[in-house]
């Protein structure tokens, strides 16, 4: 009887031990534990989103007509060493405005010059040296603008206006980078027809003043850089 019961509870325990190491089962599928996942997280690189697409002369002109429908900002403020100077920007050159409105809030013009100076002229802006503004550019496109030079607006002192693009460009289209303001007291009437105003001064012609006085080089370059600190958006 003892032989039997002893025989009985071998057979039970190894019949538990086969249980335990049955190795027909599949393997459990372990889910990532808490740090596990920060580490996947921080392994995996996510390209940024564009906000916008980047620019061409073919998109370009599409793409502002509709930035312009939500975006009806029309005063901004350009920061200098000498002091602001406050812009009202007109809505009937839309591309224009809705351009300038675009690039103040993507940043461009920070820490771009007056790098063109003619005393009793024009002061010039939105290019420098800078690589960190030449990335900005690069990242935005390369684009121009069509002119829009027929909605009665005259290079009148302190008018905002916008340069063409190259040398070699017949139809003077705009560079959307940079700009000029007519300093002359007398106004700048030759230049009407060919470049687009899409803007006046309202406040600040004495910095325009200043900063059309000072010294350049025969290439119309100050001689000590005039930077544009900041421009933003008003009310």
């Given at each position: 009887m003892r032989l039997i019961l002893l025989s009985v509870m071998c057979f039970l325990f190894l019949n538990c031990e086969d249980k335990k190491t049955d190795t027909k089962k599949p393997p459990k599928v372990v889910q990532?534990?808490?740090?596990?996942?920060?580490?996947?997280?921080?392994?995996?690189?996510?390209?940024?989103?564009?906000?916008?697409?980047?620019?061409?002369?073919?998109?370009?002109?599409?793409?502002?007509?509709?930035?312009?429908?939500h975006n009806?900002?029309?005063?901004?403020?350009?920061?200098?060493?000498?002091?602001?100077?406050?812009?009202?920007?007109?809505?009937?050159?839309?591309?224009?405005?809705?351009?300038?409105?675009?690039?103040?809030?993507?940043?461009?013009?920070d820490n771009t010059q007056f790098y063109r100076i003619v005393n009793n002229f024009i002061i010039q802006g939105g290019n420098t040296d800078d690589p960190k503004v030449k990335r900005k550019r690069k990242k935005i496109g390369k684009y121009l603008l069509p002119t829009d030079t027929k909605r009665g607006y005259k290079h009148d002192r302190g008018s905002l206006s916008m340069p063409s693009g190259a040398i070699e460009n017949p139809y003077k289209l705009a560079s959307p980078y940079q700009f000029f303001i007519v300093q002359s007291k007398d106004g700048a009437y030759h230049l009407d027809g060919d470049y687009t105003i899409f803007g006046k001064v309202i406040r600040g012609m004495d910095v325009v003043d200043e900063i059309a006085q000072q010294e350049t080089d025969n290439a119309e370059w100050p001689l000590h850089n005039v930077y544009i600190t900041k421009v933003e958006i008003i009310e």
């Open positions: 990532n534990t808490s740090e596990e996942k920060k580490v996947a997280k921080k392994d995996t690189v996510l390209e940024p989103v564009r906000e916008f697409p980047l620019l061409t002369d073919d998109n370009a002109m599409e793409f502002f007509l509709e930035y312009e429908k009806k900002e029309n005063k901004v403020r350009i920061s200098t060493h000498f002091g602001d100077i406050d812009i009202l920007l007109y809505d009937k050159t839309k591309f224009h405005r809705a351009n300038f409105i675009f690039l103040t809030k993507q940043g461009y013009f």
